[in-house]
């Protein structure tokens, strides 16, 4: 939103985990739309997931470099059209390090070498419930990038999926990066606001863009305790 009367601050949430508001600026938002755009045509575009007790998520994914699916990952879209996943480009990895040397110090992004985006789009009634990004074996920090509309992002603890919690207000251009003792936090979206994104971007909804790094050697791993993470199909 333009015309703040005070430059909203960086803040620290928890250990480790950092919001950093208009990290990127117009010119950069809408050339990772326009990413965005690309990477959702099919094949291997975006698709409703569909979780294992019979639900649907809200937001509608794409991934980059690894497909992720409830709850692993694979080479191709084993959910959906079974086309192979699209690369994860060099760019966006440059991005993803750049982002965790502002956030958490150029130190944390040394091991970074980040090889899965998930792209999530959500709309006025999307919204992702508590989980924890945990079916990576590497526990470089997690990059998150938002896009047009603003969101409630609740941030949570590593335990429960109850308090206690912080709900930060991300919008487009912000950053939140969650590395260290905040790795495998539970985090979510219980709302985004319709019809707050910045006018000259073009986007009406919200688009999410999550690095990680995988830290897979060679096939990667089925997770074990995964079912009850997207309760309700949020
Ligand atoms: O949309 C967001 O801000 C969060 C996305 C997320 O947590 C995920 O894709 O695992
Ligand atoms: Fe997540």
């Not at 409630?152 to 919690?165: A, D, I, K, L, S």
């Amino acid at each position: 939103m333009d015309g703040e009367l005070f430059p909203r601050e960086r803040a620290r949430i928890a250990p480790g985990a950092v919001h950093v508001p208009d990290w990127l600026d117009a010119d950069r938002q809408a050339g990772l739309l326009e990413a965005c755009r690309a990477w959702a045509s099919p094949p291997a575009g975006l698709r409703t997931v569909r979780t294992p007790g019979g639900g649907t998520m809200t937001a509608r994914q794409v991934c980059l470099g690894w497909h992720w699916y409830p709850y692993a990952y694979a080479r191709t879209v084993v959910d959906g059209d079974g086309t192979p996943v699209k690369p994860f480009p060099d760019w966006l990895g440059e991005l993803g390090r750049r982002a965790v040397a502002d956030a958490l110090g150029p130190r944390a992004a040394t091991e970074a070498r980040y090889d899965i985006a998930l792209i999530n789009f959500y709309d006025g009634d999307a919204r992702m419930g508590l989980h924890r990004d945990a079916d990576e074996q590497s526990d470089a920090p997690v990059v998150s990038l938002s896009l047009g509309d603003t969101c409630v992002f609740r941030f949570g603890n590593t335990e429960t999926r109850t308090r206690p919690w912080t709900d930060v207000e991300l919008r487009s251009g912000d950053l939140f990066v969650f590395g260290g003792a905040s790795r495998l936090a539970y985090h979510g979206v219980p709302r985004v606001l319709p019809g707050t994104a910045p006018a000259g971007l073009g986007l009406t909804g919200r688009l999410n863009v999550t690095l990680r790094v995988s830290g897979f050697t060679g096939a990667p791993p089925r997770s074990v305790d995964a079912p009850a993470r997207f309760p309700g199909g949020g």
